[in-house]
């Protein structure tokens, strides 16, 4: 007899397939895999880590764009009782060697595409290290990229990489019989706003409750994993297609599809590897989407324009009910530009973050950064007391609760950003400044390392960022602080504008800003550019944008 399935991302997955085993579960491309063949494709691999000798607590790490394998990896390694590892396939090999080592990695799932990247990487955690080689299972996934030739990663190794195909049609089907755990783990690498990528160590019962939608948004907590059947609808017209956009590389991306799995959803991954807002769109009418789960403007407001310039009729957007955007905020200009062409939709703004999961969302008919936080949200002063509503001051915001262990090998840090109050109450509590309103909804001002001292006054650079965005010629903007003699700071800003936009001129864009934000706001530097600057996070790159000025 199988065990009773605990809160453990593997049992409740396979709950979901036990249920509804025919429902389509994921499509990515031209590949459509029920619950049933996702779950057996994920025992295969499951099997094959055990086989290979990755036991309980062995970390894989996997580096590839979104498609069917990275899901399949992922729940197999859960399966396995192994530790998937997200990799960032924007990296440069020094980036990817400090993960690959910082990790602990013992096995990778790389796409041929990437070969090179991770010979380099290899390479060069060996050189820093001194002490040869990290033995790593080697997995490639085909690509389309040609395979003839010398293997920049066997010449390294000493042995080819496996295909993973081979690997899987070799391994045994039929579920892991080893007992897991809630306290199995879930790692998230994220990038962060400082440093290097960090590994955030979650118990897996508390990432499902915090960031996974603990079986169903809006229902009361389970109280055991077994409930979850229950809350499936089994019929297929209730079956629900979301689709993620972002990079399964990335914590949004990773809990929108698992909030869809955990609701016997279908999970569509957008699978281009590069962002089109028409080849998006016709995915949403060709699948029926329901919901989809955006990054902020960079995502948005393409979507916008491609609604607003194509004839009537060219996009069926029918059946979608819901735009989240978690990562990056929406402005309101965008919102307003999508809700004009999407008036059945709801559009709003998730706040979290990979310390502290998913928070709450934006208030309703809220002009900025308010949002309805969860009962376990908080915002603290100094002594690490909360503010009460209307208090005035800013402080810190944080959640309690089911919240993450600490980080991957530092201690510090974990220490820093996981403190705990002088009533012995844990909290995580990631950077994020924030005030409480009176009716005890919270505005957030952004991370505090990110503020712009000018004069005394702290400004903060999404505020800036929402004015300038609002201009009709701008596209993108990103909002930096440079030297000045005079006020410690300046406000500078670097903007994208529009397609055909005619030259933006300093003066004209800070007479625009002055009707949004208070004149020590207004940016006193501009700069064009064809491109916003991205960290390999896919998130705007502070410090790039201001070496361009």
């Not at 005394?456 to 010629?473: L, N, R, S, T």
Request: net charge negative; charged share 25%.
């Amino acid at each position: 007899m199988s065990p009773a399935p605990e809160f453990n991302l593997a049992d409740l997955f396979e709950v979901v397939a036990d249920t509804v085993p025919d429902r389509l579960a994921l499509v990515a491309g031209e590949v459509r895999l029920t619950y049933r063949a996702l779950d057996e494709r994920a025992d295969r691999f499951a099997n094959h880590l055990a086989a290979a000798g990755l036991g309980p607590g062995a970390h894989v790490g996997i580096l590839a764009r979104n498609r069917a394998e990275w899901v399949e990896a992922m729940i197999g390694c859960y399966k396995a009782r192994t530790v998937p590892i997200n990799l960032n396939f924007r990296y440069v090999a020094p980036e990817l060697a400090y993960v690959v080592d910082n990790a602990d990695l013992e096995a990778l799932v790389y796409e041929r595409s990437l070969a090179d990247l991770v010979a380099e990487s290899l390479r060069a955690d060996a050189d820093r290290d001194g002490d040869g080689r990290r033995p790593v299972h080697l997995l490639v996934l085909e690509d389309g990229s040609p395979a003839d030739g010398p293997d920049p990663v066997a010449a390294l190794s000493g042995s080819a990489p496996l295909p993973y195909e081979d690997a899987l049609a070799a391994a045994p089907t039929g579920r892991t019989v080893v007992p897991r755990s809630p306290d199995d783990l879930y790692i998230l690498y994220t990038g962060g706003t400082t440093g290097m990528p960090k590994g955030v160590r979650w118990r897996q019962e508390d990432i499902f409750f915090a960031a996974m939608g603990g079986g169903g948004w809006g229902q009361a907590p389970l109280t055991s994993a077994a409930e979850l059947a229950g809350r499936i609808n089994p019929d297929e017209a209730a079956r629900i297609p979301m689709l993620v956009v972002g990079p399964l590389m990335h914590g949004n991306a990773q809990w929108a599809m698992w909030n869809a799995l955990m609701m016997g959803g279908t999970t569509v991954l957008y699978t281009a590897h590069r962002f089109d807002a028409d080849d998006l769109l016709r995915l949403v009418g060709d699948e029926g989407v329901v919901s989809m789960a955006l990054v902020g403007d960079a995502m948005a407001r393409p979507l916008a324009e491609a609604l607003a310039e194509a004839p009537p009729g060219t996009y069926d957007v029918s059946t979608l009910a819901v735009i989240g955007s978690g990562g990056a905020m929406l402005t309101a200009t965008v919102k307003a530009e999508l809700a004009a062409h999407l008036p059945g939709a709801m559009i709003m703004d998730r706040f979290g973050s990979s310390e502290a999961g998913a928070q709450g969302a934006v208030d309703v008919g809220a002009a900025g950064p308010r949002f309805v936080m969860s009962a376990d949200t908080a915002v603290l002063d100094d002594d690490l007391r909360p503010l009460a509503p209307g208090d005035g001051r800013t402080g810190r915001l944080a959640r309690t609760g089911r919240i993450p262990l600490g980080y991957h090998k530092d201690e510090a840090k974990t220490a820093a950003t996981f403190p705990t109050d002088p009533d012995g109450v844990r909290w995580s509590v990631p950077g994020d400044l924030a005030t409480v309103e009176a009716d005890g909804t919270i505005t957030v001002f952004g991370r505090g390392s990110a503020s712009i001292n000018s004069g005394g006054e702290k400004i903060f650079p999404e505020e800036v960022e929402a004015a300038v965005k609002a201009h009709p010629d701008v596209f993108d903007a990103i909002v930096v602080g440079l030297a000045d003699e005079r006020f410690g700071q300046q406000v500078a800003v670097a903007v994208r504008l529009r397609s055909g936009a005619a030259p933006l001129a300093l003066e004209a864009l800070q007479e625009h800003c002055r009707d949004h934000i208070a004149g020590y706001k207004v940016p006193r530097r501009l700069l064009v550019v064809d491109e916003i600057p991205l960290t390999a996070a896919g998130k705007p790159d502070a410090k790039a944008a201001r070496e361009l000025f």
